[in-house]
């Protein structure tokens, strides 16, 4: 297996393994709306517009991670969505699973902003929409 085929390889399972968790959490937002927005009340955060923008970043912007579309801004956008949910409502470490979902969240953030600065990959509809330059896309 050549280098630039292990990277555009291991680009893409990243890409794949950070976007499905954003995905999965919007589709069982929508099947346990009403929980998910007592959930969200319990911690002061108005649900009405906020869980429906919740919904339609980590479907949409997941989504587009996933396909390599945009990528960097869909990356970015996820990672700041991690460090709010992190802040918002995984702050009291004292509760055990608290602090691995703080933890989870910050990792989520790290792994998302790599992907930020590196863009999509080889193996992403944003390599294939660049204009042709002669250098491989990153």
């Not at 999965?24 to 108005?46: C, D, E, R, S």
């Amino acid at each position: 297996m050549s280098q630039n085929t292990l990277r555009y390889a291991t680009q893409l399972i990243g890409r794949v393994l950070l976007a499905q968790a954003f995905i999965i959490a919007a589709i069982g937002k929508i099947i346990g709306y009403t929980g998910t927005a007592h959930y969200m009340a319990a911690y002061g955060v108005p649900t009405t517009v906020l869980l429906l923008l919740t919904i339609v970043l980590e479907l949409g912007a997941g989504t587009a991670l996933l396909l390599g579309w945009h990528t960097r801004l869909a990356a970015l956008a996820l990672a700041l969505f991690s460090l709010a949910a992190a802040i918002i409502f995984h702050h009291q470490v004292a509760a055990p699973i608290q602090l691995v979902l703080l933890t989870s969240d910050l990792a989520f953030a790290g792994g998302l902003l790599v992907v930020c600065a590196v863009g999509g990959g080889h193996l992403s509809l944003d390599a294939h929409k660049e204009p042709a330059t002669g250098v491989a896309p990153r």
